[in-house]
């Protein structure tokens, strides 16, 4: 099934051969498949990059691929009308400038492509472990020591302070941590 996945979310090659020129195309909520479906069988090569996540419901957990972008999709447009787009099932507006599409430097699109790894974007590891002392980086609590007791997905971090004699939990960021 994650093939079937990755190579739904994956793009078309340019037919034009040129370098691609990529638009932002907003999607309707949760249609980004329906989005590139039907702009795929008007011949534009579509990117939608996927992220695993873990998903708990009723004591079970599962991975599921995830848009890294939710509502949001890659066109390359390379010697295509653009607005065509627009009428697009699934598709509910492009990202413009004025009155024409923002064109998106290619570099980005391949520095996405180049970070995939089996098909879905891989987050860098995290520097931080559980139980790890940091001390907290700016803000009115810089410097104070604490242990990280929860890593969030999100780069939320749950740490435990000293303060005034008793513990207290602090919810943080990554940016507001350096290591002890």
Not at 11 to 21: C, E, K, Q, R, V
Request: glycine residues 6%; hydrophobic residues 40%.
């Amino acid at each position: 099934m994650l093939d079937q996945v990755t190579d739904f979310y994956g793009d078309t090659p340019n037919s034009a051969g040129d370098t691609p020129l990529w638009i932002v195309v907003n999607t309707q909520p949760h249609k980004e498949r329906v989005a590139i479906e039907n702009l795929r069988r008007q011949c534009y090569p579509t990117y939608c990059p996927v992220i695993r996540t873990r998903i708990r419901h009723a004591r079970k957990t599962r991975d599921v691929l995830r848009p890294l972008f939710p509502s949001y999709i890659f066109v390359d447009i390379s010697g295509r009308r653009w607005r065509p787009i627009w009428s697009t099932l699934g598709v509910r507006s492009i990202i413009r400038n004025g009155d024409e599409p923002a064109m998106l430097d290619p570099r980005i699109i391949e520095g996405l492509r180049l970070r995939e790894i089996d098909g879905a974007i891989v987050r860098p590891p995290n520097p931080y472990q559980v139980g790890q002392d940091v001390r907290l980086a700016g803000g009115p609590l810089d410097g104070l020591v604490a242990k990280i007791i929860v890593l969030d997905e999100r780069d939320r971090v749950v740490v435990l302070l000293d303060l005034l004699s008793r513990s207290v939990k602090a919810h943080v960021t990554v940016e507001q941590l350096r290591a002890s």
